[in-house]
């Protein structure tokens, strides 16, 4: 009995890993799209110009995402933001 309980839990667990898992890759591949979209001049950069047309919550975050001041975020900077 007590086995069937402790592999109950694991198959619960590895279903709510594999559900997250899902979820975040999910998250990433639209992140992925609306970037590409959004790069008008396709230079893996969005400035702010960019982001208020194609990715206005970003563009709403401009300045946290891009914390080195640069006048641009990456793909890379907007997936950290969308993790926190």
């Given at each position: 009995?007590?086995?069937?309980?402790?592999?109950?839990?694991?198959?619960?667990?590895?279903?709510?890993?594999?559900?997250?898992?899902h979820a975040e890759s999910?998250?990433?591949?639209?992140?992925?799209?609306?970037?590409?979209?959004?790069?008008?001049?396709?230079?893996?950069?969005?400035?702010?110009?960019?982001?208020?047309?194609?990715?206005?919550r970003v563009a709403d975050?401009?300045?946290?995402?891009?914390?080195?001041?640069?006048?641009?975020?990456?793909?890379?900077q907007i997936k950290a933001?969308?993790?926190?």
């Amino acid at each position: 009995m007590k086995l069937q309980i402790q592999f109950a839990l694991l198959a619960a667990a590895l279903s709510v890993m594999t559900h997250t898992a899902h979820a975040e890759s999910f998250r990433d591949r639209q992140i992925d799209e609306r970037f590409a979209a959004a790069d008008k001049n396709n230079d893996g950069k969005l400035t702010l110009d960019e982001a208020r047309a194609g990715m206005p919550r970003v563009a709403d975050n401009f300045d946290k995402i891009d914390s080195q001041k640069r006048g641009y975020v990456t793909l890379e900077q907007i997936k950290a933001a969308a993790d926190k």
